[in-house]
């Protein structure tokens, strides 16, 4: 029997480090901020943008997934219920607030915000799922919140008080939130592969976004023809949909999902270096103060006492 060739070997291996895909995903993630933001900050409307991200990303996953989709596509149609899910969820609700909330927002809090994302996870997972939690878990939760409003309301605790913020970093929370029951329903995914998987998701999310998107586009907004508009399409298509969504449901398969949602941590800190870098943007007080509070609760929630979790 001839033996697998190297890439064959590299590919196999990599697809079994968890750790290493869940960089892939945090890195790719935040590229969707920075070129998400750049791009609607240049007249891309961001019901078009998801549409288009998820359509372009079934078009080039489905030449590679049609094998396996030919013998499994009842698998997928009998689990219909959290198909849609996966899709309406992860796919088109989550990435559509992202760009909404980026119209009004800054990258960098989109990427801080995301960083909420695994806590969320957590608290969902405990009573969907009966995942036990214990009082460290509950504390690095609480700390990671304060973090999240230090940044919604930008360190201002008149702003908190008069609960005054931008309506960008709602649509980002609203989407962590969506994003987090996509981790817990891909725990009931179907036994298809990766790839058939991928097509479904993405397929579905089309679907959900058409009837959006037409409105969209009738009422003035349509997708400009620029070369802006087709890089971004094309980057946010293969980078943040098809590798960042393969990566990550690996991940989730390898790990869980609450342990999975370490693939966020990283998120805010390469956003806001590169928001500062390529977008210019200001980093605040209050950007530093909540990414403190928000890695350093999830990491107190996730650190090891001595004796045991």
């Known amino acids: 029997m001839q033996r697998p060739g190297f890439v064959a070997r590299a590919s196999g291996f990599l697809f079994n480090q968890p750790y290493f895909l869940l960089f892939l995903v945090a890195l790719f993630w935040s590229g ?5 933001r750049a791009a609607i900050e240049r007249g891309m409307p961001p019901i078009g943008l998801s549409f288009w991200r998820w359509f372009l990303a079934f078009l080039i996953v489905l030449p590679f997934a049609w094998r396996h989709l030919r013998v499994e596509w009842r698998s997928m149609l009998g689990a219909w219920p959290v198909m849609l899910g996966l899709g309406t969820l992860g796919g088109a609700s989550f990435n559509l607030c992202m760009y909404i909330g980026l119209q009004t927002t800054q990258a960098i809090n989109a990427g801080l915000l995301q960083a909420f994302i695994p806590v969320t996870i957590l608290m969902l997972a405990i009573p969907i799922l009966g995942e036990r939690t214990s009082l460290r878990q509950v504390s690095g939760m609480a700390v990671a919140f304060a973090g999240v409003l230090a940044i919604i309301f930008q360190g201002d605790l008149g702003r908190m008080l008069g609960l005054s913020f931008t309506r960008g970093d709602v649509w980002i929370v609203v989407g962590v939130v969506l994003n987090a029951f996509y981790s817990i329903v891909l725990k009931w995914k179907p036994a298809v592969h990766p790839l058939s998987l991928l097509a479904g998701i993405f ?8 009837v959006p998107y037409l409105i969209e586009s009738l009422n003035g907004r349509p997708v400009p023809l620029t070369e802006v508009s087709v890089g971004a399409i094309l980057y946010v298509a293969l980078f943040p949909a098809v590798a960042a969504y ?48 928000i890695l350093g609760g999830l990491a107190f929630a996730e650190a090891r006492r001595g004796g045991g979790k």
């Open 32 to 36: 969707n901020a920075i070129i998400g």
């Open 203 to 210: 397929g579905v999310s089309s679907v959900a976004l058409l």
């Open 246 to 293: 393969f990566c990550y449901n690996r991940g989730i398969e390898l790990l869980g999902p609450s342990r999975a949602g370490v693939a966020i941590y990283l998120v805010p800190m390469m956003v806001s270096l590169l928001a500062v870098g390529l977008l210019g943007e200001p980093f605040h007080l209050y950007h530093a103060l909540g990414m403190a509070l």
